[in-house]
């Protein structure tokens, strides 16, 4: 079966960090080209970055309210995919998704985790 | 403020048709593709159509995209109860460099 599991949401503080995971099943997660979207309480979905399967360069993109702060990294060992997260900012209180495009939906989006709260308050 | 524009609400009766429109610029819309999103609540969002108006498998032929110029829209034919949900349009954008989403629009059954 095809699975993402997000792990390691949590309370943070204003200027802290935290480190999320991805741990993806059921596919070749080496070939995947994998994105985290967030969703802040009561709003939308908003891209945060992806990273490239390394036979594609394995390079990383953001979103501007993300970039300098937020990276992204794979493990294809372990298949898993993290996003570190530093600086955080209340701002970035959302629910974070691991996604991928498994299916050849020219690059949309079929595979979804369940999501892991981040909660960025004093 | 999204960089694509969807309107933030529909609605409309069993049976009915019903569409979703999503406005952008030449940089996204203009020149990749449109995908849609169904958000039931609590739920993640799931794929309902790629490459402006095609259906992954599963997804019902009720459901259609199609795509003009800088704009998509969505359409839902033969209303049901369980099409309650948010909607969202996504596509690539060349001068951001990035995924962009419309602001999501809550579709109500009446």
């Known amino acids: 079966e095809v699975q993402l599991v997000e792990s390691g949401g949590g309370l943070v503080k204003p200027g802290g960090s935290l480190r999320l995971s991805c741990a993806a099943s059921g596919f070749t997660f080496t070939n995947a080209w994998m994105t985290w979207v967030r969703q802040a309480p009561g709003k939308g979905l908003e891209w945060v970055g992806r990273i490239k399967s390394k036979t594609d360069g394995g390079t990383t993109d953001y979103a501007a309210p993300v970039k300098g702060r937020f990276t992204i990294s794979r493990d294809d060992s372990k298949n898993t995919l993290y996003l570190q997260m530093n600086s955080l900012k209340t701002e970035d209180t959302a629910v974070y998704y691991c996604?991928?495009?498994?299916?050849?939906?020219?690059?949309?989006?079929?595979?979804w985790g369940q999501g892991t709260t981040v909660t960025v308050s004093s | 403020q999204s960089v694509l524009t969807q309107p933030p609400s529909a609605s409309g009766t069993p049976g009915q048709r019903v569409t979703i429109s999503c406005s952008g610029s030449?940089?996204?819309?203009?020149?990749?593709?449109v995908n849609w999103y169904q958000q039931l609540p609590g739920t993640a969002p799931k794929l309902l159509i790629y490459?402006?108006?095609q259906r992954p498998s599963g997804v019902p032929d009720r459901l259609s995209g199609s795509k003009s110029g800088t704009s998509a829209s969505l359409a839902i034919s033969g209303l049901q109860s369980e099409d309650e949900a948010d909607y969202y349009c996504?596509?690539?954008?060349?001068?951001?460099?990035?995924?962009?989403f419309g602001g999501g629009t809550k579709l109500t059954v009446l």
């Open positions: 030449s940089s996204n819309i203009g020149s990749n593709t």
């Open positions: 996604t991928t495009a498994l299916a050849p939906t020219g690059g949309g989006m079929d595979v």
């Open positions: 996504a596509a690539w954008d060349d001068s951001l460099n990035g995924l962009v």
């Open positions: 490459n402006n108006n």
